[in-house]
């Protein structure tokens, strides 16, 4: 495979986690009389896209106090305005790469994102992989900020990004093994997240010593 092809299949794959719904397999762990560990079966759900998933994050904080929500939303309310900020950028993104691209912006964030990937082809290979590192963004921002089953996890830490350095701003989804920055947006993914549990080991480490 080309690089170019190579690119092109890297945008499609990252934009569907965030547009199309998919299937989670989860095992279901018991043990036997011998106290070993066996999988006893397997969950299956269709979860939706990224984006979708991020929508209903922040649900939760516009439905009256009257709806019945489900327990996998009691952590909701400390994310909230988080997950709407994202959101919104997310948004503004999607708009701002149709109007450059000349694409046209349809009726949901989801669409318009499909409709920039069938115009991917057409761009340089500069654009295409700022396009990408964009959605690659995107996309591990949804992770840390959806899966209520697993809260995101707030270290008592401050930013590691030299530029940044601010506190209490890291946020982790420790299920998806995504990380975020809230205030200079860095993000860390399954083959980065190690580093940044290391820099928390060690600084959590030295707080404690001190």
Same mark, same amino acid.
């Given at each position: 495979? *080309? ?11 990252? %934009? ?11 095992? $279901? ?15 299956? #759900?269709?979860?939706?896209?990224? $984006? ?22 009691? /952590?909701?309310?400390?994310? @909230?305005?988080? %997950? ?5 950028? =997310? ?8 109007? /450059? ?6 009726? !949901? #964030?989801? /669409? *318009? ?13 500069? +654009? ?11 996309? &591990? ?8 089953? *697993? ?6 830490? !401050? ?9 209490? !701003? =890291?946020? =982790? ?7 975020? @920055? +809230?205030?200079?947006? %860095? &993000? ?14 060690? +600084?959590? *480490?030295?707080? !404690? %010593?001190?």
């Amino acid at each position: 495979m *080309s690089d170019r092809a190579r690119m092109l299949q890297d945008i499609a794959d990252t %934009a569907d986690a965030l547009t199309e719904p998919h299937q989670h397999l989860e095992p $279901i762990w018991d043990y036997d009389q011998h106290r070993n560990k066996r999988m006893r079966r397997v969950f299956a #759900t269709v979860q939706p896209g990224l $984006i979708r998933a991020l929508v209903e994050a922040v649900t939760p904080a516009t439905k009256p106090d009257g709806d019945v929500r489900p327990a996998g939303y009691r /952590s909701a309310p400390p994310l @909230c305005l988080e %997950a709407v900020s994202r959101l919104a950028v =997310i948004q503004i993104g999607v708009v701002g790469w149709c109007w /450059s691209l000349k694409v046209d912006i349809r009726d !949901t #964030t989801e /669409s *318009s994102l499909r409709g920039l990937v069938g115009a991917a082809p057409t761009m340089d290979s500069d +654009t295409q992989a700022t396009f990408l590192d964009e959605l690659r963004q995107w996309r &591990t921002w949804c992770a840390v900020m959806t899966g209520w089953q *697993s809260p995101a996890y707030s270290p008592a830490v !401050t930013c590691p990004v030299d530029q940044c350095g601010k506190p209490n !701003t =890291i946020r =982790i989804n420790l299920t998806r093994k995504t990380g975020m @920055c +809230t205030a200079c947006h %860095a &993000t860390w993914d399954e083959d980065t997240i190690g580093i940044l549990a290391d820099y928390i080991r060690t +600084t959590t *480490s030295k707080e !404690t %010593a001190a």
